[in-house]
C-alpha cells in the first residue's frame, strides 16, 4: 500500500537521519508512538538521559534475578512476575516429569527454554524440545513435560488472545525465518509409548483460578490429527535477523509472536553496525506507548552492565531509557565488532503491574546503575 509523504519539521542543531552522524557530544534520544510503528521524533541532548541522580516514587526501572525465583512442580504454581489484562509473564523452575497434564484456558502461552531440555506430550502428539526454544501453545491445549532433569522456562501468557507471526513485509515470509522451519507435535512412538488406562488429572486455569478435571485414563490418546491449529517450535539459533551496517535497525525488526497487545522479540548475534556514523547499539528511547520486559538467556548483553543469563528488566512507560554508560562508551568506540547476546523482549500496549517476590529476586539498587557515567 502507498504512504504519502509525511510532514517533519526540525529545529535546532540535529542530524540529517535518524541514528547516524550525530551533532558532536551530543546523546539521542527518540520519542515515538506505537512501539516503533508510528510517529517519532529524535531529540539531541547535551546530557545522557539516563544521567539522573534520583529516582524516587513508585515509577522506577526494575531488574530480576530470575535464577533465585522459586521451582513449582506444575506450570500452574510458577510464580507471577508481571501481569496486566492482557498480558502474564512467569518464570517456572521445573525438574522431573510431571504427574498431570495442564491447560491454560486464558489465552495462548509462550514458553521460551532457558535452561534444560526434555519432551513436552500434548493433545497433538511429542515434541522434544532444548535450551533456546520457543514452544507456542494454543489456547486450551493439554499438555505436560518430561524434563531432562532441571529446567527454567519462561512463560508468556497472550490473555484471551492467540500468538501468531508479524506480518514481515516488503522482505517476504522468508525473512527473519521461513515459517517451514517451524516444528509440531508428532504422533511418533514416543506418544504412543505413553497411552495409559490410569487415572489421569488435569489442570485448568480459568480466569486466574484452578480447577481439576480427572479422567480414569489419560486424555492424550489422539491416534493422528489434521489441520491448521497446532503447537509449534522455534528455537532462536534458527533466527536470522534483519541486520545493517549503516544503521541501527528498531527492536521492532525483531519481532517474533504477535498477538494483539503483546509483542514477543528475540535478539539475536550478530554483526554490530560498521558505519563510522551509525549509532552502534539501542538508542535511547521514550517509548511512550508499551512497557518493556527484557529476559537475558545467554551472551554478553552489550547494552547492559551486570547483567547475567537468566536474569531480567522491566522498563514501564514515564521514563527514557537505553544502554548503561560504559556499554555507550564501549559500543561508540567500536570495540566489539558483534554482540553474542540472546535476549526476549515482551513490549506490553497496556502497563503491566509488578507482583511480590521473593527476598534476592529483585535488584533494588538498579536505578543507580545508571549514575557513573564518563561517557
Given at each position: 500500500?502507498?504512504?504519502?509523504?509525511?510532514?517533519?519539521?526540525?529545529?535546532?542543531?540535529?542530524?540529517r537521519?535518524?541514528h547516524c552522524d550525530?551533532?558532536e557530544?551530543?546523546?539521542?534520544?527518540?520519542?515515538?508512538?506505537?512501539?516503533?510503528?508510528?510517529?517519532?521524533?529524535?531529540?539531541?541532548?547535551?546530557h545522557?538521559?539516563?544521567?539522573?541522580?534520583?529516582?524516587?516514587?513508585?515509577?522506577?526501572?526494575?531488574?530480576?534475578?530470575?535464577?533465585?525465583?522459586?521451582?513449582?512442580?506444575s506450570p500452574?504454581?510458577a510464580?507471577?512476575?508481571?501481569?496486566n489484562a492482557?498480558?502474564?509473564i512467569?518464570m517456572?523452575?521445573?525438574e522431573?516429569?510431571?504427574?498431570?497434564?495442564?491447560?491454560?484456558?486464558?489465552?495462548?502461552?509462550?514458553?521460551?527454554?532457558?535452561?534444560?531440555?526434555?519432551?513436552l506430550?500434548?493433545?497433538?502428539?511429542h515434541?522434544?524440545?532444548?535450551?533456546?526454544?520457543?514452544i507456542?501453545?494454543?489456547r486450551?491445549?493439554?499438555?505436560?513435560?518430561e524434563f531432562?532433569?532441571?529446567?527454567?522456562?519462561?512463560?508468556?501468557?497472550?490473555?484471551?488472545?492467540?500468538?501468531?507471526?508479524?506480518?514481515?513485509?516488503p522482505?517476504g515470509?522468508?525473512?527473519?525465518?521461513?515459517?517451514?522451519?517451524?516444528?509440531?507435535?508428532?504422533?511418533?512412538?514416543?506418544f504412543?509409548?505413553?497411552?495409559?488406562?490410569?487415572?489421569?488429572?488435569?489442570?485448568?486455569?480459568?480466569?486466574?483460578?484452578?480447577?481439576?478435571?480427572?479422567?480414569?485414563?489419560?486424555?492424550l490418546?489422539?491416534?493422528?490429527?489434521?489441520?491448521?491449529l497446532?503447537?509449534?517450535?522455534l528455537?532462536?539459533?534458527?533466527?536470522?535477523?534483519?541486520?545493517?551496517?549503516?544503521?541501527?535497525?528498531p527492536?521492532?525488526?525483531h519481532?517474533?509472536?504477535l498477538?494483539?497487545?503483546?509483542?514477543?522479540?528475540?535478539?539475536?548475534?550478530?554483526?554490530?553496525?560498521?558505519?563510522?556514523?551509525?549509532?552502534?547499539?539501542?538508542?535511547?528511547?521514550?517509548?511512550?506507548?508499551?512497557?518493556?520486559?527484557?529476559?537475558?538467556?545467554?551472551?554478553?548483553?552489550?547494552?547492559?552492565?551486570?547483567?547475567?543469563?537468566?536474569?531480567?528488566?522491566f522498563?514501564?512507560?514515564?521514563?527514557?531509557?537505553?544502554?548503561?554508560?560504559?556499554a555507550?562508551?564501549?559500543?561508540?568506540?567500536y570495540?566489539?565488532?558483534?554482540?553474542?547476546?540472546v535476549?526476549?523482549?515482551?513490549?506490553?500496549?497496556?502497563?503491566?503491574?509488578?507482583?511480590?517476590?521473593?527476598?534476592?529476586?529483585?535488584?533494588?539498587?538498579?536505578?543507580?546503575?545508571?549514575k557513573?557515567?564518563?561517557?
Amino acid at each position: 500500500m502507498k504512504q504519502w509523504l509525511p510532514p517533519m519539521w526540525t529545529d535546532g542543531e540535529t542530524s540529517r537521519q535518524a541514528h547516524c552522524d550525530m551533532p558532536e557530544g551530543t546523546y539521542e534520544r527518540e520519542i515515538g508512538r506505537e512501539g516503533f510503528f508510528g510517529p517519532a521524533s529524535q531529540l539531541h541532548h547535551q546530557h545522557p538521559p539516563t544521567g539522573w541522580i534520583g529516582f524516587d516514587g513508585p515509577l522506577r526501572p526494575h531488574a530480576y534475578d530470575l535464577n533465585n525465583m522459586p521451582g513449582a512442580a506444575s506450570p500452574s504454581a510458577a510464580p507471577l512476575l508481571l501481569s496486566n489484562a492482557a498480558c502474564q509473564i512467569r518464570m517456572w523452575h521445573g525438574e522431573g516429569v510431571m504427574d498431570h497434564l495442564y491447560r491454560n484456558a486464558d489465552g495462548d502461552q509462550v514458553l521460551f527454554v532457558h535452561e534444560g531440555s526434555g519432551h513436552l506430550y500434548c493433545d497433538y502428539g511429542h515434541l522434544e524440545f532444548r535450551d533456546g526454544d520457543y514452544i507456542v501453545l494454543p489456547r486450551a491445549t493439554a499438555w505436560r513435560t518430561e524434563f531432562a532433569g532441571k529446567a527454567s522456562v519462561l512463560m508468556v501468557e497472550a490473555t484471551n488472545d492467540s500468538f501468531g507471526i508479524p506480518n514481515k513485509g516488503p522482505i517476504g515470509r522468508q525473512a527473519i525465518f521461513d515459517p517451514t522451519i517451524l516444528d509440531v507435535p508428532s504422533i511418533d512412538e514416543a506418544f504412543k509409548e505413553q497411552y495409559s488406562e490410569s487415572e489421569t488429572a488435569t489442570v485448568v486455569k480459568r480466569q486466574n483460578q484452578l480447577t481439576t478435571i480427572t479422567h480414569p485414563f489419560n486424555p492424550l490418546d489422539a491416534i493422528g490429527w489434521h489441520g491448521d491449529l497446532a503447537p509449534v517450535k522455534l528455537n532462536w539459533r534458527d533466527i536470522r535477523p534483519i541486520m545493517s551496517a549503516r544503521y541501527h535497525v528498531p527492536p521492532s525488526a525483531h519481532t517474533t509472536w504477535l498477538a494483539g497487545r503483546v509483542v514477543v522479540c528475540t535478539f539475536c548475534p550478530r554483526p554490530i553496525e560498521s558505519d563510522p556514523g551509525a549509532l552502534k547499539l539501542p538508542y535511547y528511547h521514550s517509548n511512550d506507548d508499551y512497557d518493556e520486559f527484557l529476559f537475558y538467556h545467554r551472551g554478553e548483553f552489550f547494552s547492559r552492565d551486570n547483567i547475567h543469563p537468566g536474569m531480567s528488566t522491566f522498563h514501564p512507560v514515564g521514563f527514557p531509557h537505553g544502554p548503561h554508560p560504559k556499554a555507550y562508551k564501549t559500543a561508540m568506540e567500536y570495540a566489539r565488532k558483534d554482540t553474542d547476546e540472546v535476549a526476549v523482549m515482551v513490549d506490553t500496549r497496556d502497563m503491566l503491574n509488578t507482583h511480590e517476590l521473593p527476598d534476592g529476586v529483585e535488584w533494588m539498587d538498579y536505578p543507580d546503575s545508571w549514575k557513573a557515567s564518563d561517557a
